[in-house]
């Protein structure tokens, strides 16, 4: 093999090599290509991704709301069950010293 055949030879089997890889690398795009519809899909499913974030903020938002206006009550209530309270015992003591009072003049009058 002379130093021509040499050169064509090897310009053929880069040649080739070339060819190959160009083709490996069509069939590799080909087959990994995103089709519009995937693309379509995604941009969906994103979007109802954050429709569902926005809805779950808002969700917490009222819960916090709601749960400040409940605890808000609770303390209302509790605060009216304590004068409640008070009272009830002050009218027991009065009761029960206007009872011992009643009892002491009905004893005297005896």
């Known amino acids: 093999m ?7 030879a090897t310009a053929i089997i880069l040649f080739v090599a070339f060819c190959m ?6 069939l590799l ?3 990994t290509r995103v ?6 899909e995604l941009e969906r499913m994103s979007q109802e991704l954050h429709d569902a974030e926005e809805t ?4 917490i938002t009222y819960l916090q709301q709601r749960e400040a206006e409940l605890t808000n009550q609770l303390a209302q209530s509790e605060a009216e ?6 009272g009830l015992r002050d009218a027991r003591y009065e009761s029960e010293e206007l009872r011992a009072y009643v009892e002491r003049m009905s004893q005297g009058k005896s």
């Open 2 to 8: 002379n130093r021509t055949e040499f050169v064509v």
């Open 21 to 26: 890889g160009w083709f490996a690398n069509w």
């Open 29 to 31: 795009h080909r087959f």
């Open 35 to 40: 089709s519009k519809s995937d693309v379509d």
């Open 56 to 59: 779950r903020d808002q969700a």
């Open 81 to 86: 069950r304590s004068a409640a309270m008070e």
